[in-house]
């Protein structure tokens, strides 16, 4: 497959084109995930080592893909156009690595997290679902590493797409590829929607998961077709999402990292938490009551005589800048336990300690509660009882 009179010219064009375009986008996707793995970098320096090496091995295994893709188009397309060149550009050179080993590795390790998260999430430990994608994602793999070994047997492209060596194993890495991300997609949704707390801020957030699972996992699964059903029709443009996949999967792994990343104050999260509307609406009214003109003072006592045994009570109601004070009277001291020796005292007696209670009432220590809370305008609050409880 060394002579260049087998290539003809539609074919070095249509490949040289779909290498350029996917060369861009492989870098698009990498200035992607570096701004990610920034993002998380910054957001979370205090999650588990695991998951760091998690998120930074991805991130050198995409860029050493984005090194060797870039070396393989240059010198494809660097040499001058003719017999050599038409063989350097029909050669594989590395894209054994760039289309199937990054691409299976990138896409098992993202499938087997899902099935960690399902595990992890299901409030029963459920092991159906994770050992499912758990065995996809694994022969998934496998097959990426098997369509290797047929990429770097094949040497060209033009062998490999006129061949039947690399059919299977490239059918079935895409095939069970595309299945698990389905299953993940129609699965992760269910377990967070039975993991919700009923509180509106954690179902706003579960929701807005689920939306993201399925939109990912739906793209991942169409990235897959797509690959498998250009390499099917022996078109030179399975390259493109070929080189791309794997670069989709490790994005998606880290938007998923970064899905705990919450914006404060910025644009379209009005209506994302009921917890920042009710400060913000709680910060108004307090500026609101601070600016407008002090409102007449109301205040409004209330004596009530208490019964044999117990000190007469006062309550006052204050209604000032349209807020509603409650002022209860002195705390009753808590009664002296008597003498087994002395004798009780008599009616009299009782009656003199009592107005000498009052009296001293006056001149004591007050022990006042407080209540303040914001009135609602043209409302009308009855009169708090002496007997309710605060």
């Not at 050669?91 to 099935?115: D, K």
């Not at 609406?281 to 002090?294: H, L, S, V």
């Not at 004798?343 to 509660?369: F, N, Y």
């Amino acid at each position: 497959m060394d002579s260049s009179d087998e290539v003809s010219e539609q074919f070095a064009h249509s490949l040289a084109s779909s290498l350029i375009i996917a060369a861009y986008l492989n870098w698009a996707l990498l200035g992607i995930l570096c701004t990610q793995t920034l993002a998380y970098y910054l957001a979370f320096p205090r999650d588990r080592p695991l998951a760091k090496i998690l998120v930074y091995g991805v991130l050198l295994l995409e860029m050493t893909q984005t090194a060797l893709v870039s070396h393989d188009v240059f010198v494809a397309l660097a040499s001058p156009w003719g017999g050599e060149s038409l063989a350097k550009l029909n050669s594989i050179q590395n894209h054994w690595f760039s289309i199937s080993v990054s691409g299976g590795i990138s896409g098992g390790i993202g499938q087997l997290f899902f099935a960690y998260r399902i595990w992890f999430i299901s409030s029963e430990n459920s092991r159906g679902a994770p050992i499912i994608i758990s065995i996809l994602a694994t022969a998934s793999a496998v097959s990426a590493l098997v369509s290797a070994e047929s990429f770097f047997r094949a040497k060209t492209f033009s062998y490999l797409l006129n061949g039947n060596s690399g059919f299977a194993a490239i059918g079935t890495w895409n095939g069970i590829g595309a299945i698990c991300d389905i299953v993940i997609a129609l699965v992760m949704p269910y377990f967070l929607m039975r993991h919700g707390t009923g509180m509106p801020p954690t179902h706003i957030m579960i929701v807005k998961i689920v939306r993201l699972i399925l939109e990912t996992g739906t793209f991942n699964a169409v990235v897959a077709i797509l690959h498998m059903c250009l390499y099917f029709a022996n078109s030179q443009a399975f390259v493109v999402p070929g080189l791309a996949l794997s670069k989709v999967y490790a994005n998606i792994l880290l938007l998923l990292f970064n899905n705990r990343i919450k914006v404060v104050d910025g644009r379209g999260h009005a209506n994302e938490s009921s917890n920042s509307n009710w400060e913000a609406a709680f910060r108004e009214d307090m500026n609101r009551n601070n600016e407008q003109p002090p409102s007449p003072i109301t205040r409004k006592s209330v004596t009530r005589e208490a019964g044999p045994g117990r000190a007469r009570s006062t309550s006052t109601v204050i209604v000032s800048n349209n807020r509603l004070i409650f002022r209860l009277a002195d705390m009753p001291p808590s009664p002296q336990r008597a003498n087994p020796t002395e004798r009780p005292p008599s009616p009299a007696e009782r009656t003199r300690q009592s107005l000498e209670k009052d009296m001293t009432s006056s001149v004591g220590t007050r022990s006042d509660i407080s209540l303040h809370m914001p009135l609602e305008p043209n409302l009308s609050y009855p009169h708090p009882s002496m007997d309710s409880k605060v």
